[in-house]
T-cell receptor, first 112, second 113 residues
Framework: EAQVTQNPRYLITVTGKKLTVTCSQN?????MSWYRQDPGLGLRQIYY???????DKGDVPEGYKVSRKEKRNFPLILESPSPNQTSLYFC???????????FGSGTRLTVV | DQQVKQNSPSLSVQEGRISILNCDYT??????FLWYKKYPAEGPTFLIS?????DKNEDGRFTVFLNKSAKHLSLHIVPSQPGDSAVYFC????????????FGKGTKLTVNP
C-alpha cells in the first residue's frame, strides 16, 4: 500500500529534550515536506526537500532541523523543544509535477 | 502575508443541499489549485484539483470552479452527505509543481442529517 508513515503518533516530552519524528514513504517520491497544523493557522510548511541531500526552509523553520540522506526518509529533528512547538505535525511526499502531496497520519507533539 | 485565504472558518449545511466552500489567493504566479479534506486524527487527503487552463473540474459530487481574474476558486459539493463533514483546505501551487505548496487555514464543514 502506497503510504507515508510517520512515528510516533503521539509524543509528550519536556522542554529541551532532543527528539526526532521519523517519516518514510514507499512511493519513490522526489519531494518531501513537513507541515505543522495549529488552530486558526492552518497548515504551515516547516521544511521541504526536493531530493536526496537537497533541503530548504519553509515558512516556519525556526527550532527545527531535517535531513534527507535516503530518498524514502525525511526525519524532523527538534534539538531543544519548547512549548511553542506543541502542535500537530504532518509529513508529506509527492512526485515532481502537478501532483498533490500524500500526507502521513500526523504526530501530535506536546512539549511541557 | 497570507497568500491563500479561506475566509469562512466554518460552514453548516443540511444533508442533500449544496455546500460551497470558497478560497481566494493573492499570488498571480499560482496556476494550479488543490482541495484537501481532513478528518480528525487523520492526515489531509487529496480531493480534487484544477489547472489554470480550465475554469471547472468535476469529479462525482465534487466540482471546483476557478475564476482567474478574481483570483477566486470554490468547491461545490452536491448533494452534501454527513460523511462530508470535515475540514477542507484549499492549496495553491505554480504550474509544473513546486516544493512550496501553500495552504489556506481551512473551513470546517458540518453536514447535518
Amino acid at each position: 500500500e502506497a503510504q507515508v508513515t510517520q512515528n510516533p503518533r503521539y509524543l509528550i516530552t519536556v522542554t529541551g529534550k532532543k527528539l526526532t519524528v521519523t517519516c518514510s514513504q514507499n512511493m519513490n517520491h522526489e519531494y518531501m515536506s513537513w507541515y505543522r497544523q495549529d488552530p486558526g493557522l492552518g497548515l504551515r510548511q516547516i521544511y521541504y526537500s526536493m531530493n536526496v541531500e537537497v533541503t530548504d526552509k519553509g515558512d516556519v523553520p525556526e527550532g527545527y532541523k531535517v535531513s534527507r540522506k535516503e530518498k524514502r526518509n525525511f526525519p524532523l529533528i527538534l534539538e531543544s523543544p519548547s512549548p511553542n512547538q506543541t502542535s500537530l505535525y504532518f509529513c508529506a511526499s509527492r512526485r515532481q509535477g502537478n501532483y498533490g502531496y500524500t500526507f502521513g497520519s500526523g504526530t501530535r507533539l506536546t512539549v511541557v | 502575508d497570507q497568500q491563500v485565504k479561506q475566509n469562512s472558518p466554518s460552514l453548516s449545511v443540511q444533508e442533500g443541499r449544496i455546500s460551497i466552500l470558497n478560497c481566494d489567493y493573492t499570488n498571480s504566479m499560482f496556476d494550479y489549485f488543490l482541495w484537501y479534506k481532513k478528518y480528525p486524527a487523520e492526515g489531509p487527503t487529496f480531493l480534487i484539483s484544477i489547472s489554470s487552463i480550465k475554469d471547472k473540474n468535476e469529479d462525482g459530487r465534487f466540482t471546483v470552479f476557478l475564476n482567474k481574474s478574481a483570483k477566486h476558486l470554490s468547491l461545490h459539493i452536491v448533494p452534501s452527505q454527513p460523511g462530508d463533514s470535515a475540514v477542507y483546505f484549499c492549496a495553491a501551487d505554480t504550474e509544473g509543481g513546486s516544493e512550496k505548496l501553500v495552504f489556506g487555514k481551512g473551513t470546517k464543514l458540518t453536514v447535518n442529517p
